[in-house]
């Protein structure tokens, strides 16, 4: 299963889930072999990952709960004989408890980097962008951004780690010459700034740096603000969805911007009810998800090295979308994303 092409998102969906099931097994079977709170978790299930035929079969596993992940120890969850591998470690923001941190390979993190780098290429207007990245590298998206666009061929300008009333975004982007602009429309109070502030500061903004791409993943785009990003000259606006511990691992669609295709492969992505279920097409339920793969240099899919997490529920809720989607691609998506 290959990580870093297009191809994985349009194929038929009876061909992904047989490709994802295969990378399932595998990733299961090593986290009961090489970490020792799975072994013992898992031990309590009686059904072995051999036996899974179908994404659905998951059900037989109980659901990761954020409080049990804030009640381990972070090294609990990684493979002893990989942790001198380890090469990325960012925390989440602790807006619904304590923070909490994931680890990440170099060949787990290029999984990551490139299956972003897939849904952002699909909706780039040009090639090579050059891009003014707003979002704080020390958190996880900034330095996923960075990443994914470098893959795609562009030139990034990450905004420095300097407090807004020190040294603004609007003052940083003055230095640069740009033609892609990362970063949320709105933010949350003492996070750096949004969109909105932008222009609401000077109205001016895209037009004059003639920004042709914007790119965030902070909340949903409200149509006002995209509508207006649009008058003013923007042929692309792309909006990401995920969570701090996966990073991005879902994409407005370019039809229907109220639903996000999921990115399966690096993560697996479920929409589940009270009991662990996957819920029906139209159906609401909470989102929990799972690092399934890293990659290698060639772009396939290879085994998960750094925190093993196994649905995780992420605290967000969703409707699950399996119909046919008008834009072409054959992927599940979630709408009408909440939290919980």
């Given at each position: 299963?290959?990580?870093?092409?297009?191809?994985?998102?349009?194929?038929?969906?009876?061909?992904?889930?047989?490709?994802?099931?295969?990378?399932?097994?595998?990733?299961?079977?090593?986290?009961?072999?090489?970490?020792?709170?799975?072994?013992?978790?898992?031990?309590?299930?009686?059904?072995?990952?051999?036996?899974?035929?179908?994404?659905?079969?998951?059900?037989?596993?109980?659901?990761?709960?954020?409080?049990?992940?804030?009640?381990?120890?972070?090294?609990?969850?990684?493979?002893?004989?990989?942790?001198?591998?380890l090469s990325m470690c960012r925390w989440t923001s602790g807006t619904t408890?304590?923070?909490?941190?994931?680890?990440?390979?170099?060949?787990?993190?290029?999984?990551?980097?490139?299956?972003?780098?897939?849904?952002?290429?699909?909706?780039?207007?040009?090639?090579?962008?050059?891009?003014?990245?707003?979002?704080?590298?020390?958190?996880?998206?900034?330095?996923?951004?960075?990443?994914?666009?470098?893959?795609?061929?562009?030139?990034?300008?990450?905004?420095?780690?300097?407090?807004?009333?020190?040294?603004?975004?609007?003052?940083?982007?003055?230095?640069?010459?740009?033609?892609?602009?990362?970063?949320?429309?709105?933010?949350?109070?003492?996070?750096?700034?949004?969109?909105?502030?932008?222009?609401?500061?000077?109205?001016?903004?895209?037009?004059?740096?003639?920004?042709?791409?914007?790119?965030?993943?902070?909340?949903?785009?409200?149509?006002?603000?995209?509508?207006?990003?649009?008058?003013?000259?923007?042929?692309?606006?792309?909006?990401?969805?995920?969570?701090?511990?996966?990073?991005?691992?879902?994409?407005?669609?370019?039809?229907?911007?109220?639903?996000?295709?999921?990115?399966?492969?690096?993560?697996?992505?479920?929409?589940?009810?009270?009991?662990?279920?996957?819920?029906?097409?139209?159906?609401?339920?909470?989102?929990?998800?799972?690092?399934?793969?890293?990659?290698?240099?060639?772009?396939?899919?290879?085994?998960?090295?750094?925190?093993?997490?196994?649905?995780?529920?992420?605290?967000?809720?969703?409707?699950?979308?399996?119909?046919?989607?008008?834009?072409?691609?054959?992927?599940?998506?979630?709408?009408?994303?909440?939290?919980?």
């Amino acid at each position: 299963m290959r990580l870093d092409g297009p191809a994985l998102d349009a194929i038929a969906v009876e061909t992904r889930e047989t490709l994802l099931v295969d990378v399932l097994r595998r990733q299961i079977a090593f986290m009961r072999g090489a970490v020792p709170f799975w072994r013992e978790r898992l031990a309590n299930v009686a059904f072995d990952e051999g036996q899974i035929e179908k994404i659905r079969d998951l059900a037989r596993y109980p659901i990761f709960s954020k409080d049990e992940l804030r009640a381990i120890r972070p090294a609990a969850l990684l493979p002893n004989e990989h942790v001198a591998e380890l090469s990325m470690c960012r925390w989440t923001s602790g807006t619904t408890g304590r923070p909490t941190v994931n680890f990440w390979t170099e060949t787990d993190w290029a999984a990551a980097a490139a299956s972003v780098a897939r849904m952002l290429g699909r909706q780039a207007p040009a090639q090579a962008p050059r891009v003014f990245n707003g979002y704080s590298q020390a958190h996880l998206t900034g330095s996923l951004y960075h990443d994914a666009l470098r893959r795609l061929g562009g030139v990034v300008f990450d905004r420095s780690h300097h407090a807004e009333e020190v040294f603004s975004t609007l003052a940083q982007t003055e230095l640069f010459d740009f033609d892609t602009l990362v970063l949320p429309e709105r933010t949350t109070s003492g996070k750096a700034i949004g969109l909105a502030d932008v222009l609401g500061e000077d109205p001016t903004f895209l037009t004059r740096h003639g920004v042709q791409w914007w790119i965030g993943s902070s909340g949903t785009f409200s149509p006002a603000t995209v509508k207006a990003v649009h008058r003013d000259g923007v042929a692309s606006v792309s909006n990401l969805y995920g969570s701090s511990e996966f990073g991005m691992f879902a994409i407005s669609c370019a039809r229907t911007p109220g639903d996000f295709h999921v990115a399966q492969g690096h993560v697996l992505v479920e929409i589940v009810d009270g009991s662990g279920s996957p819920v029906d097409n139209g159906r609401a339920g909470s989102i929990v998800v799972t690092h399934l793969s890293g990659m290698d240099r060639d772009g396939s899919a290879q085994t998960y090295l750094g925190s093993q997490l196994l649905r995780l529920a992420v605290g967000d809720a969703a409707t699950f979308v399996s119909d046919v989607c008008t834009c072409g691609l054959t992927t599940p998506r979630l709408r009408a994303i909440s939290r919980l």
